[in-house]
Each structure stands twice: as structure tokens, then as C-alpha cells.
């Protein structure tokens, strides 16, 4: 596969590469169990001068592009970082180390290419950008991260199997599925290297709670899957949710939400919030004028609404209220969890930032908590920063579920999604059924919307049964296929009445005032046989009757 220049740097190498020695007194005394640049004759070579002040960028698949044994007997940091580390070894006193002197002197004998070539060992990687073939094995990917994986990866489907992994990952391994890196911290060889990683000069994680191989791969597949800059994952949802709101609305600010959410977010932005001098507004996820009328009265910062909502499926026009804040200098946030990245877009719709939690249809298997959020580098990087300080770090463990989870995000989904638009379809002309809530179905009130940025409606359809509380219990307790618990989004069919799963704690009359009737229920379809799923919900609205 061809790769095209860097504008940062054009490498290249004669035989291998160098790997820096345990060694930065600069005596090269070989290392028990390590790969010695000495030892091997090895010579680096870069074009350009001031090598020992240069912050240098490798491509995630660097390490492909090294001789077999060499990748396997380097550190699992990646071997990029230590490359680096080793030209910049004596940069805090000004003087190149050796390799570095002798690279800057090889390098002015050597005319520039274009596009950069890579040979590693007896691998030769061709340099004619329309040979597009796997030489001998060796991967290469485009340098410029907005279109490596277009060429090959046209859908979201393929996307989600193989962003972040297939053109190389920043662990060092042959294995087709990504390793859970477990561990609390990373070690530093000497002193100067951490210097150095201090001072920008070396690229390398630090603690456990800073960044982690295995959650750095989830980020990126999920960055590529958004068409986002940058993401961050986090430990939950919720904790998605909260730190974006601490890190992004300053104290005294204002915020703009909608009514139908989901209840702890309502929770923290009444309860805690104000506690900052946090002021919000609530209007109806379809009313653009108290949109408008918010923007002009208050200096908002953040517009933070659901679309769809939970439990009641409202869609927001992302299109036209993003307009409306950036007119106004307020971001947009869309938390696009009852849509998944394969349905909604709403970074391309003109969100700032996408959040979801990806405890549900990302995961997708009831078996992990997770929460991300996705947009320009600089947004991102002002969570995240945030984020280092309050914690909430997904476990590597939990991360590799996740990305296991996202191989079959598209398979999923569009069983989800087929299953539940003909599921409402069914419920709405069922004598039993007083209302279906579902984006999909003409009869919803932001159809119109949600036709124009959705491909698919998603897998929750939520409904009102022809009774009161107790007639609702009788239902859902007769069906068979789903489980009665909290979540959507998994395998497994999930359905719950919110005014007992989520509100039971409030009366009834303050229950309504939230819109959560008595007979509402909310129905996660999961991948099951359609035909079994429809006769288990048949079967179910017969054994009550109607109110």
C-alpha cells in the first residue's frame, strides 16, 4: 500500500530501524532482553536539520513497518516513542547525541522523496501511490489521518470492524484483536526520558488515569465512526454527561436543555449545577423560538439535549439549532445515544460534540458500562483535561468489551432497527395500544425531522397501553422473550414501565408533571427472531383488556 508525505517529517530507513539502549549516559551497553541499536549496526536517517529539537509524529502503525524480530523484541510503548527518545537523548543540553549527529549528516546526502519511503529489513514497501498492494506483507497506511481509512473502509459497517486496528494500533502484537494493556502506570528507562516525555520530546502514556493502549484504540474507532477529531471515553455515560457539562459551562453561565431527558442528567443539571451559579432553561425539544428567545435573554453556553429522547423519542432539528447557538457563540451538544453513529450524524449536521453511552447499542451486550464523547480536538481537549483530574476512567478490560462490542454494531443495529419500525407498526393499529412513540412511524410528531438526518429510527419503541399502572404491570409481566431492568440498547430484549423502573420515588401527580403516564412502556428491542418477538408481544396484549 502506498503511503503519501508527512509535512512534518519524511523518514527513512536503511535496513531497520534504531531502538534506543537502556542507556542515556550515552555509553550504548546492551540490555538484558532488549533490542540494542548498537548491537545491530543500526542507522537512522531523517532529512532536514535541528534533529535534536524536533517533536517528531509517527503514523499508530509505525511498528508495522520494522523487521519481524525487531517489533518483537521492543517495548510495547511503541517502538516509534523510543526511536524518538533516542534522537532527542542529549537535547536538554543543547548537543545532538551521536545517532542524531550522524542522522542529520546522512540525511543532507540523501535527496528528499515524495511520496516517503519505508524499507524495513528485505521489505520493501512500493512508493507509487496508485500501487495500492500489501508488499510482502507490510502494512502502510496514508500519513494524513483524514483519509486513511477512506480508500478501503466505505461503509460504517466496516468502519466499526476495523477503525483504530487494521492499519496498526500503538501496541506492539501480531494478534488480530487488540490486548488489554492492564496496568496502573508506565515505567520510564531513565531519568532523561521522562524528561523528555515532560518536555514534549517523547511520546508515551504516563498513569493509568492519563491514557491506556487498549481505551486509545476505542477512542480512535470511534473518533473514525463520528468523522470526529478527537474522543474521550469515560467511565459511564453519566459521567460522560457531567464532566462535559463542569468542564464546558463555566460558573454563572447558562444553559439551554430540553424536557424529555434522561432523569439523572435533569437531576444534576436542578440539584448540582446551581450550586456553581449554573442557571438553566427547559423548552420542548421542537419549540425553536424559546430556543431563540434563551439565546437572546442569556448568554448561553451550552445547548445539551438528547435526539431522540428518552423515553418519549423527540427529535431535535441538530441542523437548525446548531445555526441558531453558533449565531449566539453557544456550542451544541447532541447526545445521540437512542441513535448510535450509524443512524445520526449529528457532528456533520453541525453539533460541537456527539456523546453517547456506550453501555448500550455500543457495547451492545448488557455487559459493560462506558461513556464517550466526540468532537474537535481542542473541545476534547478541554474534557479531558477536566476529566484527568475528577477520574472516571474506564478500565481497559471494559474497553476491549467495547471494542469487541463494536465489530457487530452494524449487524445489530439494522436488525434493531428493521425489528422495531415493524414492531410500531403492529402496535399502532393494535385496539390495545393507545399511542406509539416511535420516530419512525408518519404519526410521530418530529417524523419530518428525524427522516431527513436519521438512516434508521433505532431499536426503542416506546408505547401507552390501553389501562392504567396495574393493567401495564399484567403486560409486561406476561411477556416472555424480554428482561424487566433499566438500559437498552444489548442483545437481549429490555422493556420497563419508567413510571415505576425511573420514577417510582415520586407521586404520581409529580410523576405527570415530568409527562411519565402510569402506562407507559418502553420496549428495547434486541436481536431476537422478529416472528418470535412479535408473538411474545401478541400474546401479551391479550391477556389484559382494554381500559
Known sequence: MAVSSCPCLKLFVANSFECRSDSSS????????????????????LSGTGVSSLILKFPPNFVRQLSTKARRNCSNIGVAQIVAASWSNNSASGAPSAAAAAAAAAASAIPAADPAEVLAGNEVAGTNSSDNKNVSGVQLEDLSSDLKYKSFLSSDGSIAVHAGERLGRGIVTDAITTPVVNTSAYFFKKTQELIDFKEKRHASYEYGRYGNPTTQVLEDKISELEGAESTLILASGMCASTVLLLALVPAGGHLV????????????????LPKMGITVTVIDPADVKALESALEINKVSLFFTESPTNPYMRCVDIELV????HRKGALVCIDGTFATPLNQKALALGADLILHSATKFIGGHNDVLGGCISGSTKLISEIRNLHHVLGGTLN?????????????????VQQQNSTALRMAKILEEHPKVRCVYYPGLPSHREHHIAKKQMTGFGGVVSFEVDGDLFTTIKFVDALKIPYIAPSFGGCESIVDQ???????????????????????????????????????????LETIESA
Open 498 to 540: 419508567p413510571a415505576i423502573m425511573s420514577y417510582w420515588d415520586l407521586s404520581r401527580s409529580e410523576r405527570e408533571k415530568y409527562g411519565i403516564k402510569d402506562n407507559l412502556v418502553r420496549f428495547s428491542f434486541g436481536v431476537e427472531d422478529f416472528e418470535d418477538l412479535k408473538a411474545d408481544v401478541l400474546q401479551a
Open 322 to 325: 446548531s445555526e441558531l447557538c
Open 396 to 412: 481497559p478490560n471494559a474497553a476491549y468489551l467495547i471494542i469487541r462490542g463494536m465489530k457487530t454494531l452494524h449487524l445489530r
Open 257 to 272: 436543555t430540553t424536557t424529555d431527558c434522561y432523569r439523572k442528567t435533569r437531576i444534576f443539571m436542578e440539584t448540582f
Open 26 to 45: 550515552g555509553t550504548d551497553q546492551p540490555s538484558q532482553g532488549r533490542f540494542n541499536s548498537a548491537r545491530h549496526g543500526i542507522t537512522p536517517f
